[in-house]
């Protein structure tokens, strides 16, 4: 992707600022220039790979390399945080979304077990 201060990395910030706000999505710590901010994948690259602007959000460095590659609620549940309550609740429904996303992936596993046809 592009580095942290591009023209493209500049214009993702931005755009999560005017979306989200401009602070860090984890602790809410407000960000005086955007400069200062990271971008955070809010489900890992691992599990979904890209880099759409409704799986990013704006972090303080400490937050995102603790998150690291966690699940959002993981990392708030370990870091003993509650979720930041005045998100859009446009967020919260694109978080909904890419949860239930991550879901149908994780249940379209092949199983361990053979399946067997049974014959009439």
Not at 31 to 51: K, R
Not at 81 to 92: F, G
């Amino acid at each position: 992707m592009a580095r942290p201060n591009s023209h493209r990395m500049r214009q993702i910030k931005r755009a999560l600022a005017d979306r989200d706000g401009a602070g860090c999505f984890y602790c809410g710590l407000p960000f005086p220039a955007l400069i200062g901010a990271t971008v955070d994948h809010l489900i890992p690259q691992s599990v979904l790979p890209g880099w759409a602007l409704m799986n990013l959000v704006l972090a303080c460095r400490p937050c995102n390399d603790a998150k690291a590659d966690q699940l959002p609620q993981v990392f708030l549940r370990t870091a003993g945080r509650a979720p930041v309550l005045r998100r859009p609740p446009c967020l919260a429904a694109a978080v909904a979304a890419l949860a239930a996303g991550v879901a149908r992936v994780e249940l379209r596993r092949p199983s361990t077990t053979p399946v067997t046809a049974a014959v009439r």
